[in-house]
C-alpha cells in the first residue's frame, strides 16, 4: 500500500493540527496503521496507531488525552488529530502501515521496524 501524508506545517504552543494519511493502491482493510515522529537529532518514535477493522486505538504514553487517531472508511484515510501542540512536538511526523505487527503493551508502542509501508513525513514545527 502507498501512502500519503498531509497536513504538516508551523504552529504556536497550544494550538491545534490535524494530519491526514491516505492509501492509494490498495484500501487500509486488513491493516494497522500508525503515526511515528522523528524529532530533531532523535531516534523515530511511536505516535499513535489503529486497527482498521476493528478501530482499537493505541497511544504513547506521553501523547494521550492530546492526540486522537481515527479513521475515515470512504476516504480511506487515517487522521492524526493534534492538540495542546508543545515545541516538543516539533519533528517529521510518517503515517505507516502494516499487516502484523505486534504491540508491546507494557511500553505502550509499535516498533517502527514491523511497519513495512511508510509515507513521505510531513513537517510539523511549534514555537513557544
Known amino acids: 500500500v502507498q501512502l500519503q501524508a498531509s497536513g504538516g506545517g508551523s504552529s504556536q504552543a497550544g494550538d491545534s493540527l490535524g494530519l491526514s494519511c491516505t492509501a492509494s493502491?490498495?484500501?487500509?482493510?486488513?491493516?494497522?496503521v500508525a503515526w511515528f515522529r522523528q524529532p530533531p537529532g532523535k531516534e523515530r518514535e511511536f505516535v499513535a496507531a489503529?486497527?482498521?477493522?476493528?478501530?482499537?486505538?493505541y497511544y504513547a504514553d506521553s501523547l494521550r488525552g492530546r492526540f486522537t487517531i481515527s479513521r475515515d472508511n470512504a476516504r480511506n484515510t487515517v487522521y492524526l488529530q493534534m492538540n495542546s501542540l508543545k515545541p516538543e512536538d516539533t519533528a517529521v511526523y510518517y503515517c505507516?502501515?502494516?499487516?502484523?505487527?505486534?504491540?508491546?503493551?507494557?511500553?505502550?508502542?509499535?516498533?517502527?521496524?514491523?511497519?513495512?509501508?511508510w509515507g513521505q513525513g510531513t513537517l510539523v514545527t511549534v514555537s513557544s
Open positions: 505507516a502501515a502494516a499487516r502484523r505487527c505486534h504491540f508491546y503493551s507494557g511500553s505502550n508502542h509499535f516498533r517502527a521496524a514491523d511497519f513495512g509501508s
Open positions: 493502491g490498495r484500501t487500509f482493510r486488513g491493516y494497522t
Open positions: 489503529i486497527k482498521w477493522n476493528s478501530r482499537n486505538t
